[in-house]
């Protein structure tokens, strides 16, 4: 299943705002090693990968949103950005360094797409490669803090 919020031109622009630089991109840059090929499964909007291209000898970042990729492309154009599934992509190409953030992991809702993603990072891993992803840790149950109040957020959009 392929949420329409990230599918959806009009509601896409407003990823961003919402999703700024966090904490647990810092930490995904702290593995990173100089000339290193990296990988970014779930790129979104790019913010993380277009940080980071400085500092490695290639960057590949796909999605599934060509929405969310449109906006990435904006970013940078020095990476080989690629429209594909976090479960079934395919390169001729192993990698120094693989990585999921944000929520990229939870879109996998099926055990099955979850192997499926696992044997691919595996495939295209270098032997001495680094795999990171980040997830919600269900213990600190964010859920019972939702709310609608909680929930409304205000943004300034330069065109809306």
């Known amino acids: 299943m ?9 509601l896409v622009q407003f990823y961003d705002y919402d999703n700024p630089w ?13 000339d290193d090929s ?14 980071l291209i400085h500092r490695c000898k290639e960057i590949y970042a796909l999605d599934i949103s060509v929405e969310m990729l ?18 079934s992509f395919s390169f001729d190409k192993k990698f ?14 099926t055990e099955n797409d979850r192997l499926k993603l ?9 032997d001495d490669g680094t795999f ?4 919600r840790n269900p213990l600190v149950q964010e859920w019972t803090t939702w709310g609608e109040k909680e929930s409304i957020r205000y943004f300034k959009h330069p065109t809306h």
């Open 38 to 51: 990296v990988l970014d499964i779930g790129c979104g909007t790019g913010t993380l990968v277009s940080k």
């Open 118 to 126: 696992l044997k691919n990072i595996e495939n295209h891993l270098k």
């Open 70 to 87: 449109t906006i990435a492309k904006e970013k940078t154009s020095n990476v080989n950005w690629i429209h594909a599934s976090a479960s």
């Open 2 to 10: 392929i949420d329409k919020l990230y599918q959806d031109s009009d």
């Open 132 to 135: 990171v992803f980040d997830s």
């Open 22 to 34: 966090s904490e647990s991109y810092d930490v995904i840059s702290n593995f990173v090693k100089i």
């Open 96 to 109: 120094d360094f693989i990585f999921l953030s944000g929520h990229s992991f939870q879109t996998l809702l």
